[in-house]
């Protein structure tokens, strides 16, 4: 705790806690799934995108989030090992609901509205999020980080590039975009978890495996988007949301948060079995890549 108060940095093969590890593996665990998840909103509009264009830079996008998933999950694998746990098991633990991922990623996207939303509001969370972990005490966690948050900035773009292109259109497309907004923004007050947080989320701020509290990042996203939403001549679907300049905070409606939580907790979602099913059978639809791949390297092939 010393050298963490001090702004030290715990590497790997650094002597730890067993639950400081396992804290750090929690978080990441739940990222790197949430990563891999998270694509599969977006992957539903690659080949219904509405031009070339568009589709390359989807698919270009939801690309970067599997190579997240799995840079994160490697990070985790490197503190999981002396438990006896292995990537691949990482991997699975999300057909057994043995991890929880990002509610938002449960959720559905039902127009190409959703696909601009997706990029500009969810990525725009993951990176307030993400930048206030580049200061985490686990030292590979923060170096992973810099490579993530820069290429989230790309997608945050990808997706504003999709929303102005829409509230700029005709009447149906601002109409479209509003409805996305709508869909999506309790979703995003949800996002950031609790304001009262969990046991295991206080130790991850008093071990400063974390830095910020769920309403701080809450915050920091309503200061950032709500602006940008309303310039775009949209409208925020929550009566209640208004700037107290007392406080210096943003009141907002709070969202369903049994109902989020038990969805999460329970895969209960919308879209939750659909993809589970999906990460499924690409997982297990592909092992024999991945077995090859192990048996070339045991026994390399001669010329």
């Known amino acids: 705790m010393e050298r963490i108060h001090r702004g030290d940095k715990i590497e790997a093969t650094d002597w730890m806690p067993d639950e400081y590890r396992k804290l750090v ?3 990441i665990h739940m990222h790197g ?3 891999v998840m998270g694509a599969y909103p977006e992957k539903e509009w690659v080949p ?9 830079g989807l698919i270009a996008k939801v690309q970067d989030e599997i190579g997240h998933g799995q840079l994160l999950l490697r990070v985790a694998e490197d503190l999981a090992r002396p438990f006896g746990k292995m990537r691949e098991e990482m991997i699975t633990d999300v057909f057994t609901g043995k991890v929880k991922f990002h509610n ?11 696909a601009g939303i997706i990029g500009f509001l969810v990525d725009g969370g993951a990176i307030i999020t993400q930048a206030s972990l580049l200061d985490s005490s686990y030292a590979p966690y923060a170096r992973v980080l810099q490579r993530i948050c820069a290429e989230e900035s790309f997608h945050m773009q990808h997706g504003e590039s999709i929303v102005l292109a829409l509230a700029e259109g005709t009447p149906l497309q601002r109409e479209m975009l509003q409805e996305a907004i709508n869909r999506w923004w309790p979703s995003m007050m949800f996002f950031f978890g609790p304001t009262e ?12 495996i974390r830095t910020k509290t769920n309403e701080e990042l809450r915050q920091k996203f309503i200061a950032r988007y709500v602006p940008r939403v309303w310039a775009l001549g949209m409208t925020i679907p929550d ?7 007392t406080t ?19 895969n209960a979602g919308p879209k939750s079995q659909e993809r589970i099913r999906l990460r499924r059978d690409a997982h297990e639809g592909q ?8 048996r070339t390297r045991e026994t390399p092939l001669t010329v």
């Open 248 to 266: 210096k905070m943003w009141t907002y409606t709070d969202p369903d948060w049994e109902w989020f939580g038990y969805m999460v907790k329970h």
């Open 239 to 245: 009566d209640k949301l208004e700037y107290d300049e």
């Open 197 to 208: 947080m969990s046991g295991a989320a206080t130790r991850m701020m008093e071990y400063r």
């Open 287 to 294: 092992a024999w890549v991945r077995e090859a791949m192990v």
């Open 104 to 114: 938002v990623f449960h959720m559905e996207a039902p127009t190409w509205a959703d």
């Open 48 to 56: 219904k995108a509405p031009n070339l264009r568009r589709k390359l």
């Open 33 to 35: 799934i949430s990563e």
């Open 25 to 27: 593996i929690k978080q």
